[in-house]
Each structure stands twice: as structure tokens, then as C-alpha cells.
């Protein structure tokens, strides 16, 4: 029988494209995720005098590229080193601000969009490397896949679940195969979030520092609210352009704009008190107003993160009734730029140990 090992870690190249298959994160998977490579290869099928009706003579390749999808339980640290998973967000976001708690002592990391993330102050030409170690039938080989961008965020949340996140990442291409990395060393169980340490909040959430560089939250007067699920997806837009810049890979990453759209089921109903499910829906009618929630997931341990979504504009989902069950609602919603707090459409925190990200 085949062997069946596999496992990620992650490297950030200090210049694109340039692998890093030393300094790396180890990530857990949920599924495989090995990137698919598109290769442009071109036929030669030009009238050279020869019998050309026979079938193309030769294929030259042009160009090349990779994406994947990667799904991942979601651990405020990656194994060895730690900052990872914050990496892994950062190379979305653009840039990421970090603070150290003089109470327990950890980081606090906190990432938003920003308008040029590629500029020197932000990520610069840094990229990811995706170190793929695949078992070649009996034989553990390390794949890289080099010059990662990251497109997409998706947290994905369930009762009696772990945490989530889906990203969808694109780069340039698959680099010389080599040995396996060996030794993968994984985040401890207890910094694994899960539907037990989820808070949702909205109303008077307490931001503390300075926007948008904010060291905290508080939710002292803020409502808390129950949902059944939820899913919070962003994206940037990012796409990779191949120039004449004499490469056969893209080079070149043009960025969009920032997305949000953030869902979550919970019971229709109208409570005397708190969040109503019924009043939310309503609003809808009378006026094209904001929402805003806050997403906390406490693992311990002063380890903890945070989405924070401050000005949401609803836009649908409707009450689903049926004979053999109380009814529910599926509120969704779509991000704003709050100019005037927060300075960001979404913000995330990470609390860990890691000193950077």
C-alpha cells in the first residue's frame, strides 16, 4: 500500500520568489491543498513549408503560475516559528502593528487593510514560500512553492467546532524539489480556537490606543449575542500580472479593494432585552443603516483573536420557517469603511508570544 504523508510549512521570502525553506511555520491541514500549476505552453503550429495538416511540430512554455486553497484549523500560533500564522494574515492585510501586554506579557499584533501594502514600510518585496513536504512513494521530498500572495480570508465558525480559516493564495511557480524538512513541530492543542471560546459582541465595544493601531477591547457595555454559525470572508483583490519583464512567471501584483461580507444564523426572535434577531431584520425596511460586531475568541493563556467589524450595512437573508422546528434567520451583511473610529473596515488582533509577525 501507497505511503500517505503530508504536511506545510510556511516561509516568508525576503524577496519574491527567492525561497525561504529554513525559517518556517509548521500549519496543520485540514485537506491537502497542494497548489495547482497552470502552465502557458504554446503549440508551434506556423507554416514553415512543411506538411503543417499532419499535427503541430514542437510546444514552447511561455509562462507559468500556481494557486491553492488552503484550509486549516485556526491556532494563534504556528509550530517553531511562532509569528507564522500572523505572517500568513499580514501578507494579506499589508501591514500589521505590534504592542506587548504589561500584564501577561504576550503580543499583541494588529493588522488592517492598507492601501499599498507593497510599499518599503509595509511588506515591501517580501512573499511567501508554501513547503510542501510530500511523500514520493516511500520517499519524503520538500515541494516549494514560491512568490505566494494571499487573496482571501475566510473564518468559519460552527457550534461544537474548531475554528476555520480558508485563504486562497496564487504565486509564481514550483521551485527545485528537494529534501524533506523534516521534523515538523505543531502549535499545542490549548492554542487551537474553538466554538466554546467564541463572544460575539455588538453595540458599545471599547476600543483601546489609537486608531487604527489599537491595542485592545473591552466590552463591558457591549450585547452579547448567541448565533448558531457564522463566517466572516474578506478580500483585497490582488491579482498577478505577467509583464516583458523577461520572467515567465507574474512579477507584477496589481491590488484591488478591500471586501467584507460577514454572515451568521441564530433564532428569530425579539427579546425584551439584548440583541433582537426580529428588530435587525426590520431596520432593513426603514432605513440603509450600520451594524457592528465583534468576534473574540479567548484560547487562554493571554492568547486570544480578535475580529472586529465596525460598520456593517445589512443586505438580506430571511427567516426560515418550517412546521417542525422554531424558526431561524440568516442575517447577512456587507463591510464599510468606518472613516470616522477606526479607520479600517476590519480590523484583526492576534494575541501570542511571537515578539513579530
Known amino acids: 500500500m501507497a505511503e500517505n504523508k503530508i504536511y506545510l510549512a510556511i516561509g516568508e521570502e525576503q524577496a519574491r520568489g527567492v525561497r525561504e525553506s529554513v525559517s518556517v511555520g509548521f500549519v496543520p491541514l485540514l485537506t491537502p491543498g497542494i497548489p495547482k500549476v497552470e502552465f502557458d505552453d504554446k503549440k508551434i503550429n506556423e507554416f514553415r513549408g512543411e506538411d503543417h495538416v499532419k499535427g503541430d ?3 514552447r512554455r511561455m509562462g507559468q503560475k500556481w494557486h491553492t486553497s488552503l484550509e486549516m484549523p485556526f491556532f494563534t500560533e504556528a509550530g517553531k516559528i511562532k509569528g507564522m500564522t500572523g505572517t500568513l494574515i499580514k501578507h494579506f492585510f499589508g501591514t ?3 504592542s506587548k501586554d504589561a500584564v501577561t506579557g504576550q503580543s499583541s499584533h494588529m493588522l488592517y487593510p ?3 501594502p507593497f510599499s518599503p514600510a ?3 518585496s517580501k512573499a511567501l514560500t508554501l513547503n510542501f513536504n510530500i511523500n514520493e512513494g516511500s520517499v519524503m521530498k520538500n515541494w516549494p512553492f514560491a512568490g505566494g500572495r494571499v487573496k482571501s480570508l475566510l473564518f468559519t465558525q460552527e457550534a461544537g467546532q474548531q475554528l476555520k480559516l480558508t485563504t486562497e493564495m496564487f504565486g509564481q511557480f514550483r521551485d527545485a524539489v528537494g529534501n524533506e524538512l523534516g ?14 471560546e467564541l463572544r460575539v459582541y455588538t453595540g458599545a465595544v471599547t476600543r483601546e490606543g489609537v486608531a487604527p493601531d489599537f491595542t485592545g477591547f473591552g466590552f463591558k457595555n457591549a450585547i452579547a449575542l448567541y448565533p448558531d454559525k457564522l463566517s466572516v470572508k474578506i478580500e483585497n483583490g490582488m491579482e ?5 519583464s523577461g520572467l515567465t512567471y507574474p512579477d507584477k501584483t496589481r491590488m484591488g479593494r478591500f471586501k467584507v461580507a460577514f454572515e ?4 428569530w426572535e425579539d427579546p425584551a432585552s439584548g440583541f433582537s434577531s426580529v428588530a435587525e431584520f426590520n431596520s432593513r425596511f426603514s432605513t440603509a443603516g450600520s451594524s457592528n460586531f465583534t468576534l473574540h475568541w479567548d484560547a487562554g493563556a493571554g492568547h486570544a483573536l480578535y475580529i472586529d467589524l465596525p ?28 472613516a470616522a473610529t477606526t479607520k479600517y473596515m476590519v480590523g484583526l488582533m492576534l494575541k501570542n508570544t511571537a515578539i513579530a509577525v
Open 264 to 267: 451568521m444564523t441564530l433564532d
Open 96 to 98: 500589521a502593528v505590534t
Open 114 to 116: 492598507t492601501a499599498d
Open 311 to 338: 460598520s456593517l450595512h445589512r443586505t438580506g437573508g430571511d427567516p426560515n420557517y418550517n412546521a417542525s422546528k422554531d424558526p431561524m434567520v440568516t442575517l447577512k451583511y456587507e463591510g464599510l469603511y468606518d
Open 122 to 124: 509595509n511588506l515591501g
Open 183 to 196: 521534523a515538523p513541530v505543531f502549535a499545542a492543542e490549548a492554542l487551537r480556537c474553538d466554538y466554546n
Open 240 to 244: 498577478d500580472h505577467l509583464r516583458l
Open 57 to 59: 511540430t514542437a510546444v
